[in-house]
Each structure stands twice: as C-alpha cells, then as structure tokens.
C-alpha cells in the first residue's frame, strides 16, 4: 500500500460563524493510487479525536492508523482499488490549523482567539483540498461519529461531488444528551487552573488534569455497560483487598486513570473545547427540524450503519435519518449490527461492517462506470 503524509496550505478561509482564517494549513494522509480518470477517490472523515493518519503505520510513532482493520489491500476500504484520502479537521491539532497554531497577526498561538468553527466548516476546508487534488467527484466519504456528521454534511452541501455516503454512528444532531457530555468535558478543562484562559502555550503547562477527566468521561460513553462488564467487571488492582483510601482499587479505575494520561500528551485542550463546541452545534436542517429539506434533492447514496449497543449515538439517531430518505425517495440501505462494544463498535467490531461496506462501494462504482 503506498502511503503519503502531505500537507497543503490555502491563503483563506470562510467560516459559517462569519469570521475568516488567514492563512490556513490542512495535514492529511493517502493510501492507494489515484486512477486515470480521478474516478476511484473516497475520503475518509475521523472521528472526534482521531487525525489524519488512519491506516498503515506512522514513520514517527510506530502506531497503526485509528481505522487500519479497515484501510488497507484487499480490506473495506481496498486500496488496491480505491485512492484513499483522511485529512486532519479544522480546529484539530494534528498539522490543521487550529487553536495551538501561530496566529499571522501576533506571533503567538491563537487559542481562545481562534474563531469557533463548525461541522460545515470542516468540510468546506475538504472540499478545498478535495479540489486542490483534482478530484471533480468523490466516489464516497465515510466516516463514524463526527465523521459520519462530515459524511451527512457532504451530500447534503455538495451532493454533486459525492457519489455516495456512508455515516456509521452518527447522527443528524446532537440531542441534550451528548450536548451534556461534551458539556461536562468542556467544564472539566476550564475549571483546571492551569487552563489559564486557553493561554497556557507558553509556559507549556497544559491543564493536564482537567483534559485526562474529560477524556475519562468521553471514554465511558464510548463503552457499554456489557463491554465494562466483561472487560472489568469489578476486578481489583494488583490488590487482594480495598485499599480505604481513594487511591486505585478497581482495574477498571486504573484503566480509565492510564486512558486520561494518553490522552494528554497527543492532543490539545483548546481543540476539545472548539470540536466538541462544533459538534454541538451540527444540526443539518439548520435549526428548522426539517431534515426532509436537507436530502429532497441530493442524488447521493447512502449507506447508514449503526450498533445495538451504542448509546452514546443510539440505533434510532440513525433510524431517523433512514426514515426521512426512504420519504423523499433517496437511495438508502440500512444495517443495525449486533454488537458488544457501544460506540467503540464502529473501530474494533469490523467484521461484518466490512462486508457491507466492500459491497456497498462495490456496486455504487458498478453504477458509475455505467453512468
């Protein structure tokens, strides 16, 4: 598999919000080879706090890509057939610009300075890039959880650019629920003393402790009550017995404790707050509630996932948007997958996800030969 890390840079760039970021850098990653006709070319759109680097291995760290038991020959994602592109979302910290980037007007990283962004922003940003390669239509964007957000947002603002979608996970807008969790994440990081106002780059001291609970917290939504079972259950740490203390008794404790420091050292504090803020604030029908408007006519076809399991993205989030296309007519297959592993399900439980995606795109560039 050939694999390219690159990066491409745009003088500006538009935001819904109203504001316009001057310069703007994008990172992303290829798999595969473009085809003569620029015909075989699918983008994959990462999750909350994925990045660019979703298959293979990284040259600097060693690790496999967020979605390589998808990505790969002979794979969902074949890249003996298809080009494969995941680029690194506006507001993130893995080579796109974002908060902790330098901003032109003061030398300094822009941090609470930095615009706040939404979805459409980010796949406008794609769209530049997408254009930037020469690709006049996609053959497909997939993505899960805010990629599969991306992947919505694509048909729904470029429908003739995209032959098909695949949203996994996802919904058409956050409901009280994950506008609380993220909610709470946010609060966790600002309540750190060291968030310093988002101004803490400089003396590189991060509010370490308040982005580790807010990972914590976000982890456990990606869990399923079954999962923590089986994974945890209510083992205990290295000890025979309680400590009485509030040190780690639980294994699972211990897990969610090592998950939190992880998470500290690859990612920013400033980004969690403007993504899951753009998440938030996703909503297709652009607040009238009337998402037959977003899909009445948009040609692309869908194919919509989701698992038993998940209820931090619940089976009938993805229901819902099935429904209104099957009501406007669009060309739309659904799959509920029995699966274990809640939200986490759509990385780790690829088995049959796998199928329905190789046939899938199968037939959807069946369809585009024809054509």
Avoid at 89 to 112: D, F, H, I, W
Avoid at 182 to 196: L, T, Y
Avoid at 291 to 313: E, G, N, Q
Wanted: charged share 20%; hydrophobic share 40%; net charge negative.
């Amino acid at each position: 598999m050939i694999v390219e890390t690159k990066s491409a840079q745009f003088d500006s760039i538009a935001l819904e919000g109203g504001a316009t970021l001057t310069p703007v850098e994008v990172a992303y990653e290829t798999y595969g080879a473009l085809n003569h006709e620029r015909s075989n070319a699918i983008l994959i759109t990462h999750a909350f706090t994925g990045d660019a680097h979703a298959a293979g291995v990284a040259h600097d760290s060693g690790k496999p890509g967020w979605w390589d038991n998808m990505i790969g020959p002979g794979k969902a994602f074949d890249t003996d057939r298809y080009f494969v592109i995941c680029s690194n979302v506006l507001g993130g910290c893995r080579g796109t610009t974002g908060p902790a980037s330098l901003n032109p007007a003061t030398g300094k990283p822009y941090g609470m300075s930095f615009p706040v962004i939404t979805i459409r922003d980010m796949v406008r940003l794609q769209k530049m890039l997408i254009d930037r390669l020469g690709i006049a239509r996609l053959l497909c964007v997939a993505g899960g959880s805010m990629g599969g957000m991306q992947a919505l947002e694509w048909a729904s603002s470029y429908p003739e650019a995209v032959r098909c979608v695949i949203p996994i996970a996802t919904t058409w807008r956050h409901s009280a629920q994950q506008i609380a969790f993220n909610e709470v994440g946010r609060q966790s990081i600002m309540a750190d003393p060291d968030w310093n106002g988002g101004e803490y780059y400089e003396n590189n001291k991060p509010p370490a402790r308040g982005l580790a609970v807010a990972r914590m917290v976000g982890h456990i939504t990606y869990m399923s009550d079954e999962s923590m079972r089986e994974k945890f259950g209510r083992k205990l740490r290295e000890k025979e017995k309680f400590g009485f203390d509030f040190g780690v008794d639980f294994e699972v404790e211990s897990y969610l404790r090592y998950r939190g420091s992880q998470f500290v050292e690859r990612f920013d504090a400033n980004s969690y707050l403007y993504i899951t803020k753009a998440e938030d604030y996703f909503d297709l029908t652009n607040g009238t509630g009337r998402l037959a408007d977003a899909f009445r006519t948009v040609d692309t076809r869908f194919l919509v996932i989701s698992f038993t399991s998940d209820w931090l993205y619940p089976s009938y989030q993805s229901q819902e948007i099935v429904r209104v296309l099957r009501r406007v007519n669009g060309d739309v297959a659904y799959c509920d997958l029995q699966s274990n592993y809640g939200h986490d399900a759509f990385l780790v439980d690829v088995g049959e996800q796998t199928e329905l995606v190789r046939g899938f795109l199968d037939s959807t560039a069946r369809i585009a030969v024809a054509a």
